[in-house]
């Protein structure tokens, strides 16, 4: 019953409903409104000075490295250091029982005196002997006079004759004697000097200055001649090797003569012509690359032919410690002058497989794809060899926005390049607000574009002005 009820209700409501609108009454309609234009950054390429570089990954070690090791057999007696504290060149870092060594030492010592006096002996004995022997001569010499004078007998001139040879036999062991005895002295001075550096040897010194390692002996150990009882690393400098493959090597030579070509600057084809070139290095965590150094070594055997690779070795200061042996880093060799090129961020670069192209803006705010050819990318940046002329706006953020033929709203950023920073590895290029309208009027400080960038030679293509 109340169901009926309810139905009934609801269908009166439904009649009252269309007896409200008369017949012919107007409603609203859904009508389309387009969007309105969207919004882009863009900006006009950065001219500027590119200077080619060179970039391989290389592995550090430290400038000096030496193994402490005992030179005489013995008991550890005492340590004098602390590992990893820093020592210098002939500082006592053992000391080996020496009770056995200063025995010996004292009986050579003793061997050494012992000859002295043997010298000093026969010696004595020469003198006799010489004394002897002219004593002969001159009674020879008397008893030949007085044969002659018919004054003495043929048997005393024989006598005389015979005691003068014996004397001189004598005179002649006798400083036969002494040649021997210095010999003598020699073998127990060499043997003495022996005895001396073992027993020097049981203070083992520090063989260079640098922080000393751990112990590899516990104090009473006993160590044998040779073994290696720590090491010493001086790391105040520290050398990064690394080698670059033939084609690298050439397409950097290459752009370096180019460079000092447009510059009118010599070029040095001497044989040390890398030596004290300017090298940067990164970690891998580093912000760019904060270390700078030099290049100090070239393998002079040149190209290795098992791997097509030139050996090279540069050094750094490290006296604050922050580059450790044996760290991977990446070092980059930069040419010693600049070539001009045009660069754009690198985030404004589309590609796909017919090559690269970015979306410029025209004088009508109508968005053109735009085909380049692209030298390099480093640090954020694109060199842009061809494809692009000083005044085109390139599209540096809202590309998901910006479609070939569509009207959009742009707004011009102005951007500059610090070439210091660029060449460390840094000098991002800032994409992330405007700074200028495209009317001109300013809305935020604008940043002047410097003169020099830098730019990589690893990949196929040099930069071209």
Same mark, same amino acid.
């Not at 004088?363 to 000083?390: C, F, R």
């Given at each position: 019953?109340?169901?009926?009820?309810?139905?009934?209700? +609801?269908?009166?409501?439904?009649?009252? !409903?269309?007896?409200?609108?008369?017949? !012919?009454?107007?409603?609203?309609?859904?009508?389309?409104?387009?969007?309105?234009?969207?919004? =882009?950054?863009?900006?006009?390429?950065?001219?500027?000075?590119?200077?080619?570089?060179?970039?391989?990954?290389?592995?550090? @070690?430290?400038?000096?490295?030496?193994?402490?090791?005992?030179?005489?057999? !013995?008991?550890?007696?005492?340590?004098?250091?602390?590992? $990893?504290?820093?020592?210098?060149?002939?500082?006592?870092?053992?000391?080996?029982?020496?009770?056995?060594? @200063?025995?010996?030492?004292?009986?050579?010592?003793?061997?050494?005196?012992?000859?002295?006096?043997?010298?000093?002996?026969?010696?004595?004995? =020469?003198?006799?002997?010489?004394?002897?022997?002219?004593?002969?001569?001159?009674?020879?010499?008397?008893?030949?006079?007085?044969?002659?004078?018919?004054? *003495?007998?043929?048997?005393?001139?024989?006598?005389?004759?015979?005691?003068?040879?014996? +004397?001189?036999?004598?005179?002649?062991?006798?400083?036969?004697?002494?040649?021997?005895?210095?010999?003598?002295?020699?073998?127990?001075?060499?043997?003495?000097?022996?005895?001396?550096?073992?027993?020097?040897?049981?203070?083992?010194?520090?063989?260079?200055?640098? *922080?000393?390692?751990?112990?590899?002996?516990?104090?009473?150990?006993?160590?044998?001649?040779?073994?290696?009882?720590?090491?010493?690393?001086?790391?105040?400098?520290?050398?990064?090797?690394?080698?670059?493959?033939?084609?690298?090597?050439?397409?950097?030579?290459?752009?370096?003569?180019?460079?000092?070509?447009?510059?009118?600057?010599?070029?040095?084809?001497?044989?040390?012509?890398?030596?004290?070139?300017?090298?940067?290095? &990164?970690?891998?965590?580093?912000?760019?690359?904060?270390?700078? $150094?030099?290049?100090?070594?070239?393998?002079?055997?040149?190209?290795? #032919?098992?791997?097509?690779?030139?050996?090279? &070795?540069?050094?750094?200061?490290?006296?604050?410690?922050?580059?450790?042996?044996?760290?991977?880093?990446?070092?980059?060799?930069?040419?010693?002058?600049?070539?001009?090129?045009?660069?754009?961020?690198?985030?404004?670069?589309?590609?796909?497989?017919?090559?690269?192209?970015?979306?410029?803006?025209?004088? #009508?705010?109508?968005?053109?794809?735009? #085909?380049?050819?692209?030298?390099?990318?480093?640090?954020?940046?694109?060199?842009?060899?061809?494809?692009?002329?000083?005044?085109?706006?390139?599209?540096?953020?809202?590309?998901?926005?910006?479609? +070939?033929?569509?009207?959009?709203?742009?707004?011009?950023?102005?951007? #500059?390049?610090?070439? @210091?920073?660029?060449? &460390?590895? &840094?000098?991002?290029?800032?994409?992330?607000?405007?700074?200028?309208?495209?009317?001109?009027?300013?809305?935020?400080?604008?940043?002047?574009?410097?003169? @020099?960038?830098?730019?990589?030679?690893?990949?196929?293509?040099?930069?071209?002005?």
């Amino acid at each position: 019953m109340n169901k009926t009820k309810l139905f009934q209700t +609801a269908s009166l409501l439904v009649v009252l !409903g269309f007896a409200t609108c008369p017949t !012919g009454c107007t409603r609203p309609t859904n009508e389309y409104v387009p969007p309105p234009p969207p919004t =882009v950054t863009t900006a006009l390429p950065v001219r500027s000075k590119i200077t080619p570089f060179l970039e391989q990954t290389g592995r550090t @070690e430290a400038s000096e490295e030496a193994d402490v090791r005992a030179r005489v057999r !013995g008991f550890i007696q005492q340590l004098d250091f602390q590992p $990893g504290e820093p020592v210098e060149k002939g500082s006592v870092l053992y000391k080996i029982e020496p009770d056995q060594y @200063e025995a010996v030492y004292q009986s050579a010592a003793a061997k050494v005196e012992a000859a002295k006096a043997d010298i000093q002996v026969k010696e004595a004995r =020469v003198a006799t002997l010489k004394a002897e022997s002219d004593r002969a001569a001159l009674e020879l010499q008397r008893e030949e006079a007085l044969k002659k004078q018919n004054a *003495s007998s043929e048997a005393q001139y024989q006598k005389a004759f015979a005691a003068n040879k014996a +004397a001189l036999a004598n005179l002649e062991s006798g400083k036969a004697d002494v040649l021997a005895a210095n010999a003598n002295l020699g073998s127990a001075v060499a043997t003495e000097d022996q005895a001396k550096l073992d027993l020097d040897y049981t203070d083992v010194h520090a063989p260079i200055k640098g *922080s000393i390692t751990k112990t590899f002996f516990k104090l009473g150990n006993l160590v044998e001649n040779g073994d290696r009882l720590a090491t010493v690393v001086n790391d105040e400098t520290i050398f990064a090797n690394f080698s670059i493959s033939d084609r690298s090597l050439l397409e950097f030579m290459k752009a370096r003569e180019l460079a000092q070509t447009e510059n009118q600057i010599e070029i040095n084809s001497g044989k040390d012509k890398w030596r004290g070139k300017k090298v940067y290095l &990164r970690r891998e965590t580093d912000d760019g690359f904060p270390f700078e $150094g030099e290049l100090d070594y070239v393998d002079q055997a040149g190209i290795e #032919s098992d791997t097509g690779t030139l050996g090279l &070795r540069a050094s750094f200061e490290n006296i604050d410690r922050q580059l450790l042996p044996g760290l991977f880093v990446t070092v980059r060799i930069p040419a010693e002058e600049s070539v001009e090129s045009l660069l754009i961020p690198e985030v404004a670069l589309t590609r796909n497989g017919q090559g690269s192209f970015v979306m410029t803006v025209t004088e #009508s705010n109508e968005v053109t794809q735009t #085909s380049v050819i692209v030298g390099q990318t480093v640090s954020g940046w694109a060199i842009i060899q061809s494809g692009l002329k000083d005044d085109d706006q390139v599209i540096i953020n809202g590309l998901q926005r910006a479609r +070939a033929g569509l009207k959009v709203v742009p707004t011009l950023k102005q951007l #500059s390049v610090d070439a @210091e920073a660029l060449l &460390r590895g &840094r000098g991002q290029p800032d994409t992330a607000s405007a700074v200028t309208p495209a009317n001109g009027s300013q809305v935020g400080s604008s940043a002047t574009p410097t003169d @020099e960038a830098s730019a990589s030679t690893t990949s196929p293509k040099t930069p071209a002005p």
